[in-house]
Nanobody, 123 residues
C-alpha cells in the first residue's frame, strides 16, 4: 500500500507561518488529487485545500488568501504553506492522497491518510 508521513506542525503565534509537508511512499504508479484536511477540538474533519494532478487548487473559505497548497510530483509530496495564522486554525491537520499503486504487476487505486499533525496557534 501507500504510506503518508506528515511533518512541519507545531506551535506558532498568531500571524505566524508554518509549512506542512506530506510525503508518500510505496509502490506508487501515479498520484491524482491531494488534499489537506483539519479537525479542531470537538469538530468534524473539514477540507482545507485540494490540488489536482493538473495543478488546479481549491480552498475552504476560511483559509483563502492565507494558505497555499502545492505538490512535487517527483518527490510524491504535497505541501501546505500557512500564513497569517489565527487561533481558529488550531487543529490536527491530515493529508489525503489518492492515486494508483502497483501490486502483483497490476495497478490498483488507493486513498491514504496521514497520521495527523498538530498545529497550535496562540493568541
Amino acid at each position: 500500500q501507500v504510506q503518508l508521513v506528515e511533518s512541519g506542525g507545531g506551535l506558532v503565534q498568531a500571524g505566524g507561518s508554518l509549512r506542512l509537508s506530506c510525503a508518500a511512499s510505496g509502490a506508487i504508479r501515479s498520484i491524482n488529487a491531494c488534499g489537506w484536511y483539519r479537525q479542531g477540538p470537538g469538530k468534524q474533519r473539514d477540507l482545507v485545500a485540494i490540488i489536482t494532478s493538473g495543478g488546479s487548487t481549491n480552498y475552504a473559505d476560511p483559509v483563502k488568501g492565507r494558505f497555499f497548497i502545492s505538490r512535487d510530483n517527483a518527490k510524491n509530496a504535497v505541501y501546505l504553506q500557512m500564513n497569517s495564522l489565527k487561533p481558529e486554525d488550531t487543529a490536527v491537520y491530515y493529508c489525503n492522497v489518492e492515486g494508483y499503486y502497483w501490486t502483483d504487476y497490476r495497478s490498483q487505486p488507493f486513498g491514504s491518510w496521514g497520521q495527523g499533525i498538530q498545529v497550535t496557534v496562540s493568541s
